[in-house]
């Protein structure tokens, strides 16, 4: 079945520094790829998104890369800092309602 | 505040207890979502309502019955529990925009539930 795989499960950072994440979908025919950020007691919340015909998005301190023929992509936030600190989850889907999310990501900035 | 909200925030009940989680949205959306978020594990996807019908089950016990009786509101009624089944709870919405739509889902902040 459709899946996403989801690495690293905990990433720790200083401070400024740049962090990567990196999600791989197995349905070829998934057409959007949402970033969604979860702080402690708060529901996801989408920071970013990219569609299948666009190989990078940048917003600010975020940029999200997509790799159709390896279908894998990947987030990246430079200058890192406290308030990043949080769950982040990737998601792919297809031509349906329906979003196959990753496992998350643990992110830890220290100051 | 992402414009969707759930009542209760927490909830402990026991294996014998029926109880329903709520979900209001306040963004004019068509499509309403229940998620099951357990530790290490993907989100869950258990319900979709689009303009207040069913349109997915994934494959979920009888135990967890949805209703939507209009767009601005979904519910979740539990009955007959199992420890197994704590975890948090997550609403979400969207506006259905045709098969290639962005459907971006906000969501709400969840119900935490435990299960005596």
């Known amino acids: 079945g459709e899946n996403v795989e989801q690495h690293p499960s905990t990433l720790s950072v200083q401070e400024g520094d740049s962090a990567v994440i990196k999600c791989t979908y197995s349905d070829s025919a998934s057409n959007y790829f949402p970033w969604y950020k979860q702080e402690l007691g708060k529901g996801p919340q989408l920071i970013i998104d990219?569609?299948?015909?666009?190989g990078e998005k940048k917003d600010q301190r975020i940029a999200v890369t997509l790799n159709k023929t390896a279908k894998h992509f990947s987030l990246h936030i430079t200058e890192t800092q406290p308030e990043d600190s949080a769950v982040y989850f990737c998601a792919a889907k297809r031509n349906t309602d329906k979003l196959i999310f990753g496992t998350g990501t643990r992110l830890q900035v220290f100051p | 505040e992402t414009g969707v909200t759930q009542t209760p925030r927490h909830l402990v009940m026991g294996m014998t207890n029926k109880k329903s989680l709520k979900c209001e949205q306040h963004l004019g959306h068509n499509a309403m979502y229940w998620y099951k978020q357990s530790a290490k594990k993907p989100l869950e996807l258990m319900f979709v309502?689009?303009?207040?019908?069913?349109?997915e089950n994934n494959s979920v016990p009888s135990r967890f019955s949805p209703e939507c009786p209009n767009s601005s509101h979904l519910f979740l009624h539990l009955h007959t529990l199992q420890p197994e089944d704590s975890a948090l709870y997550l609403c979400a919405s969207s506006q259905r925009s045709g098969t290639s739509g962005r459907n971006e889902q906000f969501f709400g902040p969840g119900t935490r539930l435990t299960v005596l």
């Open positions: 990219i569609r299948s015909n666009v």
């Open positions: 309502y689009s303009l207040e019908e069913r349109v």
